[in-house]
């Protein structure tokens, strides 16, 4: 998966659960899906229709009501749903699993391999702005999921960050290989 499609599946709360819980068998169901993943019945009808949008997901023909309709994983929502499925196996504390919902988190950490600049993430993920790219580096400091480390060979000095414990392993799970 590129970061561009992560982007995309990330910008809904709940988009990322909802591919894990129908990887793992769950029918595409939406009392089955909300009953699941605790989401908010408003929440989670746009995540399951932005799913839908990205060609991830389409409504299951003859199955379910017309208000309520059935959903099921597309051949390229199959692949996005593995990799969902592997980053929420990544966090083992539900606890957690709030920070996976925010937007940038998932691709904030898939282009940290390797110790990276603000500007080379915020390049890397480009309709990112300054404050969330700023805000989504504390909380994942926060968290320990990334690393700060301060680079004094430059004038003057900046901050590197890398994946660490937890965002290493949800960045492992994305496999978008080395930069």
């Known amino acids: ?5 992560l982007v995309k599946i990330t910008s809904r709360a709940w988009s990322l659960n909802v591919l894990a819980l129908m990887h793992g068998g769950m029918p595409g169901r939406q009392a089955l899906l909300l009953s699941a993943s605790g ?8 995540s399951l229709g932005h799913l839908v949008d990205l060609g991830l997901l389409e409504k299951n023909p003859g199955h379910g009501h017309p208000l309520r309709p059935e959903f099921r994983l597309t051949p390229e929502g199959e692949e996005a749903a593995k990799i969902a499925d592997r980053i929420e196996r990544a966090v083992p504390k539900s606890s957690d699993r709030a920070l996976l ?9 898939a282009v940290s391999q390797e110790p990276r600049y603000f500007t080379q993430i915020r390049n890397d993920l480009v309709p990112i702005t300054d404050r969330a790219l700023s805000q989504s580096l504390r909380q994942l400091q926060a968290h320990h999921w990334l690393r700060r480390k301060i680079d004094t060979s430059t004038r003057p000095p900046r901050p590197l960050y890398q994946a660490s414990n937890a965002g290493e392993r949800i960045r492992r799970a994305v496999g978008l290989g080395a930069r």
Do not use: C, E, F, I
Request: no cysteine; aromatic share 4%.
């Open 1 to 5: 998966m590129d970061v561009k499609t």
């Open 39 to 46: 989401a908010g019945r408003t929440a989670l009808a746009h």
């Open 101 to 109: 919902r925010r937007s940038w988190t998932v691709p904030v950490l």
